[in-house]
């Protein structure tokens, strides 16, 4: 103690200690990123190849098979996932992050991956990405034009302006296009010459070689010399010979196709707000700040005024509103802080516990900018839980040397004797804290490592409100006199005795109050936990929603898109909405964005959630309700996702049906289908449908070898006649050209003109027509082959209210041939783990709770009378969530134990106030005791409860994050924490009786 009367007797030393820590906070603040997310790595990656003109099946046994193949050696994968689409594969592994090696398995991945040999005529080559939820497009800068050449030239000019500043990570684009040198080869002159496709493609290859011809000596040394073909103008690219005879007869390009500079069809289209725009998609680092980012992307803007420029999907927008929510909330909460304690004590010491706010505040943020945490949603309501804490602390310090200024002590007495009474409970209640919240660093998976920063804030903010409260708020009321208004000690004095008289009924009919608390308890539990709705990480309050609507196969861009007009004049139309983009040919599968003929995504960002009456779900329902209502007949399907910053969840009802034979697998999708139909199930997906018409290309083999024709030559000219043949990237005037060969489209609308394209024969100098050879057949195809953990799988998602576990037991009722077997959710899975893992954490907090206070009160039974407060405190947040329909998540666990951290603080400080008075040899002890705490119970729960009811109730704004939090802690406080004066005093006279009987007996027994 008496190094810390020294410290508070030095006036300097805790003005500058205060200042300091607030000054370095506000620096650090104005220094740390604020993002929509941690940048937390979850230890997925994408391994990505093309194979063009293949078929699903094919990619599937020639690229995707390969790949799995090679996953199952490699240590540190947890799961791994496949799609083969036509031309397209893609390979989504899960590693253990709680190994902390994704860098090195990634590596070791990409060196498996790249040993492939896979057997074919066209260069793959697998792609091997981190995926990284904040890298995803932070926002969509749009140019409001047609494509042009001036469009393009402004486009990339805005593209490298952007890219150019501070904290952009890339500016990627849908749209931009790069020009290409089109050269359409013409049949009729093929045929006419006798030229075939192959050759073309031979001779142009060999315009385009480069050779190291060998060296030249000279008097210095020698130079080497470069043999280049490459014709670098336009009219030099029409002039390459084809073929040339004995007779000097030459056929140059230009007599056997069209050549022209062109920008090459769009494959993906965007629009914002219903208009075509050339899109530029910016990624912010993961280290910078999103909100001054966007502010210097709108400087840059600023420069392209020849076209109009607009941004949507705009991630700063939710990331200022999220801040805005908490400065308002904060500052109400304060407010009300303020005007609790004022009312309670003297101006003085309001003013010094309120500022105590800040001073822990902003020290805790200095401290984890320091470790590499950026301000976020999940940091703040970490650091906001913890400040009901703080206050409690704070109050509890001033409540005792209150007490001692009452005893005519002079300020510097009065603070010195009130900490060596509170300095042991406040020690306590720091560790008891601790205990609570430090078993989450335990939590493992992608939840652990979302989470990280709570236990982290946790312990800083502790950390600081320690020195606050046994430092600076002493040393504050150390100085000067204090005094207490005859107002306000005649109000404490009847709050006192009015808490004595009901403290002494409480424990003449203690058995039966305990009774009244148990069967409350009870009664609450039976009529709420029925009614309990959990997710893990919700997002029903979220300001994005990204909707995807299914076309069936082989409609058009440009019909596709006379249809979705109809659903983005509905869009237009709603006051809720912010802003929208429209992607054709586009979807989100979770948190990646891809390609897809059959996709368009329309990404909505809503307005703040305090400026509608409406939550994303509920508007999200009401959309898709409207969009079905128009029947579009071209349309099969349309979802939504809601998006948050959350670790990867889904849909929670996720069902693999596994098996090789797809006849018999695909019968047991149906059914599962059929039975999620009759639970009532809501948007219910299926791949077993996912189906096409096409058309398959079958060579007859006999007569291909019969006439010399290999079949590598015969795949090349039907590639080249269908999507086109790359030859070469060329540089004319400076500018880089994409160099391709294809089919003129006026030959392409003849009817099967595929077998009018003629091939070289290896046993004569004539060209055979594919017709030859090549007979057509259609049939229904599956758009995709599914792949989990390498076997074969049809993909059943749902979303439902009816428990997944309920779900999975119906499913598992249904027969199934002996080849096909079920496997449940990753979703749920990972779900499990992570309540699992909470459950546990809670055990461990609890047991050393009570550890902590056997050792302090040397008893056993005196840990129980703090823990036994804490079942009204969940009475609280069950009537309290049953009141305001909220779902059960995460940040409502947090806030049960930001509650609980309070209610053992009070009930600890009670029990100690009771011991003392015991020690003293008052009478009626328990009363007295309770009667002395009752200012500081009614101040703690009213100041914490205050300062989170704006927050809880969404006064000043809704926020995914820190609502649930504080409706949680707020609730669990307000019935918790009053009925410590009814419950601690019964049970502790019960435990008097216990003690009593056990003398009795023990006297009993001696005689």
């Known amino acids: 103690m008496w190094f810390i009367e020294k410290v508070i007797d030095n006036k300097i030393l805790v003005n500058m200690t205060f200042l300091g820590v607030l000054i370095f906070g506000i620096i650090q603040f104005g220094l740390t990123p604020k993002s929509d997310t941690q940048n937390v790595d979850f230890g997925i990656f994408s391994i990505e190849a093309k194979l063009p003109g293949a078929s699903p099946t094919e990619i599937d046994q020639k690229v995707t098979y390969k790949i799995e193949k090679e996953l199952k050696g490699i240590d540190g994968i947890t799961k791994y996932s496949s799609t083969s689409t036509s031309g397209f594969s893609q390979v989504f592994v899960w590693v253990d ?3 902390n090696k994704t860098d090195s398995i990634f590596n070791e991945i990409k060196g498996a991956v790249g040993a492939i040999e896979f057997n074919s005529s066209f260069n793959i080559s697998p792609e091997v990405r981190k995926l990284n939820w904040i890298g995803q497009p932070s926002f969509t800068v749009g140019i409001l034009s047609e494509y042009s050449p001036k469009v393009h030239e402004l486009s990339k000019a805005l593209q490298k302006n952007i890219e150019s500043l501070e904290g952009v990570k890339e500016v990627s684009s849908n749209t931009i296009r790069e020009p290409e040198i089109s050269i359409e080869v013409i049949p009729d002159q093929l045929k006419k ?18 050779f190291m011809g060998g060296h030249v000596k000279n008097e210095i040394g020698q130079t080497p010399i470069l043999i280049k073909t490459k014709p670098d103008t336009l009219s030099k690219i029409r002039e390459i010979i084809i073929r040339s005879n004995r007779t000097g007869k030459k056929i140059a390009l230009k007599h056997l196709a069209k050549i022209n500079l062109k920008f090459p069809e769009l494959k993906i289209k965007t629009k914002i707000n219903g208009q ?3 899109d530029l998609l910016v990624t912010v680092k993961p280290d910078a700040d999103i909100i001054k980012v966007r502010e210097r992307v709108n400087s840059i803007i600023k420069n392209f005024s020849s076209y109009k420029v607009i941004v949507s999907s705009d991630l700063s927008k939710i990331v200022e509103n999220r801040f805005s929510v908490v400065k308002n909330n904060a500052v109400s909460g304060l407010i009300i802080v303020f005007m609790t304690l004022l009312f309670f004590v003297n101006l003085k010491t309001t003013l010094w516990v309120v500022l105590g706010i800040p001073f822990s505040l902003f020290g805790t943020i200095g401290v984890m900018s320091l470790k590499g945490f950026m301000i976020d949603g999940l940091s703040m309501a970490s650091i906001i839980l913890i400040l009901g804490i703080i206050v409690d602390d704070a109050i509890i310090v001033s409540e005792a040397i209150n007490q001692e200024l009452m005893k005519n002590k002079s300020p510097q007495e009065a603070v010195k004797l009130a900490l060596k009474k509170v300095m042991v409970p406040i020690i306590t209640t720091l560790v008891t804290t601790l205990i609570a919240f430090f078993p989450m660093f335990l939590l493992t998976g992608t939840t652990g490592k979302f989470v990280r920063i709570v236990p982290w804030s946790i312990v800083a903010a502790l950390s600081f409100s320690f020195l606050e409260c046994i430092f600076i708020l002493p040393g504050h009321l150390n100085q000067g006199t204090v005094k207490e208004s005859p107002f306000k000690n005649k109000l404490f004095n009847l709050m006192k005795n009015k808490t004595i008289k009901l403290t002494k009924l409480t424990i003449k009919y203690r058995y039966l109050t305990i009774c009244l608390g148990l069967f409350v308890f009870l009664l609450t539990g ?22 995807q609507l299914k076309f069936k196969p082989n409609f058009t861009m440009a019909h596709k898109e006379n249809k979705v007009k109809l659903v983005e004049e509905i869009l237009e139309n709603k006051d809720f909405i912010n802003d929208f983009k429209t992607t054709l040919n586009f979807f989100r599968n979770g948190k990646l964005d891809l390609y897809s003929y059959q996709m368009t995504s329309i990404d909505i960002i809503l307005t703040p959630d305090r400026d509608r009456s409406l939550n994303a779900k509920q508007i999200s329902e009401l959309l898709l309700q409207e969009f079905e209502a128009l029947n579009i007949s071209e349309m099969s399907h349309i979802s939504y996702n809601l998006i948050s910053k959350n670790p990867p969840t889904g849909k929670n009802i996720e069902v693999r049906v596994i098996g090789e034979n797809d006849k018999e697998r695909e019968e047991t999708a149906i059914k599962v289908e059929r039975l999620l139909e009759n639970l009532d199930v809501k948007s219910v997906e299926s791949s077993a449908h996912d189906k096409r018409e096409n058309t398959i290309a079958i060579y007859n083999e006999n ?8 079949k590598e030559n015969a795949n090349i000219s039907i590639q080249t006649a269908l999507s086109g043949f790359k030859i070469d990237d060329v540089i004319l005037a400076g500018k880089k050209y994409t160099l391709n060969l294809n089919i003129n489209d006026e030959f392409k609308k003849q009817s099967d003109f595929l077998k009018d394209i003629e091939v070289p024969s290896k046993k004569s100098t004539r060209l055979i027509p594919l017709r030859k050879f090549l007979k057509f057949e259609h049939k229904k195809e599956k758009i995709e082959v599914r792949r989990w953990k390498g076997d074969k799988i049809t993909l059943i998602t749902a979303d439902s209210k009816v428990s997944p576990s309920f779900v999975e037991k119906q499913i598992r009722k249904i027969k ?28 461990l907090a609890v047991i050393g709770i009570y550890t902590t206070l056997a050792l302090l009160f040397q008893s056993y039974f005196q840990p129980l009378y703090v823990l036994s407060a804490l079942p009204m405190g969940f009475v609280g947040i069950m009537w309290g969530f049953q009141i305001h329909n909220e779902v059960y998540s995460f940040f409502s666990l947090l806030g049960a134990l930001g509650m609980m951290g309070v209610i053992v603080n009070d009930s600890l400080v009670l029990i100690n106030s009771i011991n003392d008075e015991r020690k003293r040899g008052t009478e009626n002890f328990i009363a007295v005791a309770t009667g002395k705490r009752i200012r500081a119970i009614l101040l703690t729960t009213l ?24 409706l949680s802690m707020g609730y669990g406080l307000l019935v918790g924490t009053p009925l410590i004066v009814l419950f601690i005093p019964a049970l502790y006279s019960i435990g008097l009786d216990l003690e009593s009987f056990r003398v009795k007996k023990y006297v009993y027994e001696m005689s």
């Open 943 to 966: 100041t914490t409860v205050g300062g989170l009811i704006p927050l809880g109730l969404g006064i000043g704004g809704f926020e995914q994050f820190l609502s649930p939090m504080a």
């Open 816 to 843: 199934t041939p002996p080849s096909v077997r079920f496997r449940f959710g990753s979703t749920d899975g990972e779900t499990e783990q992570s309540l699992m893992g909470l459950r546990f954490t809670t055990i």
């Open 97 to 99: 992050v709680d190994l």
């Open 193 to 210: 010459n006798e030229i075939s496709i192959l050759e073309v493609i031979n001779s142009l290859n060999k315009s385009y070689s480069f």
């Open 703 to 710: 007569e291909m070898n019969r006439i010399g024709i290999s």
């Open 276 to 278: 075509s725009v050339v």
């Open 526 to 547: 039976y009529v709420n936990i029925p009614k309990v709705k959990f997710k893990l990480f919700p997002n029903h309050r979220t300001e994005r929603v990204i909707f």
